[in-house]
Nanobody
Framework: QVQLVESGGGLVQAGGSLRLSCTASRNIFSFNAMGWYRQAPGKQRELVSSITASGTTNYADSVKGRFTISRDSASARNTLYLQMNSLKPEDTAVYYC?????????WGQGTQVTVSS
């Protein structure tokens, strides 16, 4: 069973930065793709950013130019990151790490990001 564990969330003022980490229990390059989703209170879960096994990235329009997804390419190769800059109050949500293979979807437990105005 694959486990995904997020960390790095917290409370930050508008304009600040946070870096989220998602540590997987196996080599993340074995997944077809990984991504970050978020869910704000009363709203549906939405895709924030994704990265394929080959390194192709995708961003929601609302975070383009502010967020950067990346992978740990060192020996461990088991961590996905989301660098979030110029944070806005509307970025407040629970952020979830996601990974999938041809057969399975995996989700982390989520980490809270709160941006104060």
């Amino acid at each position: 069973q694959v486990q995904l564990v997020e960390s790095g969330g917290g409370l930050v003022q508008a304009g600040g930065s946070l870096r989220l980490s998602c540590t997987a229990s196996r080599n993340i390059f074995s997944f077809n793709a990984m991504g970050w989703y978020r869910q704000a209170p009363g709203k549906q879960r939405e895709l924030v950013s994704s990265i394929t096994a080959s390194g192709t990235t995708n961003y929601a329009d609302s975070v383009k130019g502010r967020f950067t997804i990346s992978r740990d390419s060192a020996s461990a190769r088991n961590t996905l990151y989301l660098q979030m800059n110029s944070l806005k109050p509307e970025d407040t949500a629970v952020y979830y790490c996601h990974a999938f293979t041809r057969s399975y979807d995996y989700w982390g437990q989520g980490t809270q990001v709160t941006v104060s105005s």
